[in-house]
């Protein structure tokens, strides 16, 4: 009996760099890489983040469509679809006994990454596949060490939260007094309402955003230069880290 491996490999936000060695070395041994690529045609972010670690003509890179979109009628076919490309292209491989493949991901693959709901539609529909996960450098660790800005120390309270999915502006409020440190990912389309309630909680001060944190593209704002940014919408590859102390430390 053949065995297939799927790894689920965190590459980090953006600097090649900061793939760990471990990953690194899962990358290079795979026969399959499987990215996940959304249907507005955007080149995957994992791909471009590992390219340079790829050897094009040994391993297969297979791009996976899946819509950016929280209808759950086009996710849920989509994952099922990804799963059934990725078993049949592992599966069709002759002439070997192991055939390994990697899932790349943005930053940590366990952090509101897609390869949770293509690792339950495979354990469910291709349980002989073995699935594998290799951490990797979440966003917001790279974008406070961008800043060299402290996410917590001793007893302080540090939470993470989806902004774009955080509606109710008192609940967001009330969470900003609650915890020490606060960490706002995918906050770009709601970047107004945040910097409007972080400046009237005087919290803009002891804030940061980083957009595209390790990319050529990155920025990097703190404190006082966030109003630069107010009334402006960012893009999806953005976070914003706030703190109580009134200071980064
Ligand atoms: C689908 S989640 C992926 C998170 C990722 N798995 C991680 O560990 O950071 C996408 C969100 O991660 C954050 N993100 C990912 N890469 C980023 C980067 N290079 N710079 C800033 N934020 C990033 C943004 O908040 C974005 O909306």
Redo the contacts with the bound molecule.
Sequence with gaps: MKNYTLTAV?V???DPELITLKGLRTIQEADFIFVPRSQDGEKS?ALRIAKEWIDHDRQQIVELLLPMTRNADRLVPAWQGAAQQIAEQMQAVTGTETVKGVYL??????????FTYIWAALAEAYPEITIEIIP????????AAQGQFVLGSTSERVAIL???YETDETQLRQLLTDFDTII?????TVLPQILDALEEMDLLESSMY??????PE?LVAIGADLRALKNQRRP????LITKQKGSQF
Excluded: I
């Design positions: 965190g980090g936000p953006g972010l991901l943005l930053g940590d693959p366990l952090l509101y990454g897609t990797g450098v979440t966003s917001f660790a790279a974008s989806p902004a774009s706002l990912m995918k906050v770009g980083a957009e595209r944190v390790g990319m990155e999806y590859l953005s976070l």
